[in-house]
């Protein structure tokens, strides 16, 4: 993978002679205009089309039954364990409706769903939010607020309980952990991507410290997962889906049993480390 970007400066042409079109050239452009490319990219913006009206579409029906879900088992269930279960179904029956998207989770699923964990993910797309809901356990997610000011989408996240945070406030962010904090003691897990952002060029981000004290603090392990594949699934500034296999791997979990706030940093490049590994493996099993 290149990191780096190399500027090319062409040289001044003295007269109005265009220089001479190479054959690879040619064939590029030939390429980019033949009937089969044009047919391809109308096939992609009709089904984008399809995807997006499907994703409309499921929204506005599993608003009612969120709501329903969440007004019957509110007596009982203060971490609100089902009706974010159920919101996140929202991105199963999505894409099961996609022809462009075939998801998969792979590795070992927590043995008791009310166990709580920490779980950290690499950041390739937005739909890294949709793979990561096939995850077969419910998990509340720490969110920019944007994403929950939307409207139907907005109102199920706050009625699935999930954490919004306004970066760049330190006031926002100590809540945001009290708020996590206290999903954990409901006996929920939380969702943290510890890149902060989605990573643009593909390569694994630095891990921020707030999942790894977190952990400690309430002393229950940390689930590291590794996502694969998602970052063709949507362009940014772009509104046509792409073409993806995606992956969501459950990696064995780290104990934090023991450890104090001075583990932290130890902990965070371990998980960081974990992941790293992982897409690596990957990677190099979708290239053979």
């Known amino acids: 993978m290149v990191t780096g970007s190399l500027t090319c400066h062409a040289p001044s042409v003295s007269n109005d002679t265009e220089p001479p079109i190479s054959d690879d050239q ?7 205009s033949s009937p089969r490319s044009i047919v391809e990219r109308i096939k992609i913006d009709i089904l984008s089309v399809w995807a997006w009206f499907i994703l409309g579409l499921v929204v506005a029906l599993w608003l009612p039954m969120v709501a329903v879900i969440r007004l ?26 996609n ?13 008791d ?51 919004p945070l306004t970066r760049g406030v330190g006031s926002s962010a100590m809540d945001a952990m009290a708020q996590c904090a206290d999903r954990l003691d409901k006996h929920v897990s939380v969702m943290i991507f510890p890149e902060g952002t989605r990573s643009f060029t593909g390569e694994l981000g630095k891990f921020k410290n707030g999942a790894f004290r977190l952990a400690i603090e309430k002393q229950v392990p940390i689930l590291p997962v590794a996502v694969c594949g998602t970052h063709t699934a949507l362009r940014k500034h772009n509104w046509r889906f792409g073409e993806c296999h995606a992956e969501a791997r459950m990696l064995a979990p780290i104990s934090t049993v023991g450890m104090t706030q001075k583990d932290y940093p130890q902990l965070r490049d371990q998980v960081r480390s974990i992941i790293a590994a992982e897409l690596e493996t990957m990677k190099s099993s979708r290239c053979r």
């Open 113 to 163: 769903p009310r166990h709580p964990y920490v779980v950290c993910s690499n950041h390739e797309s937005f739909v890294d939010i949709l793979l990561l809901s096939h995850l077969p356990f419910e998990m509340k997610w720490l969110s920019k607020v944007e994403i929950t000011r939307i409207p139907v989408l907005g109102w199920m996240m706050k009625m699935a309980g999930d954490i």
């Open 99 to 111: 022809p462009l998207w075939k998801f998969e989770v792979t590795g070992t699923p927590p043995k």
């Open 26 to 32: 040619t064939g590029a452009r030939l390429t980019a």
């Open 72 to 97: 019957v088992t509110a007596p009982f269930d203060k971490g609100r364990y089902y009706a974010g279960f159920m919101f996140r179904k929202l991105a199963v029956a999505h894409q099961m409706l």
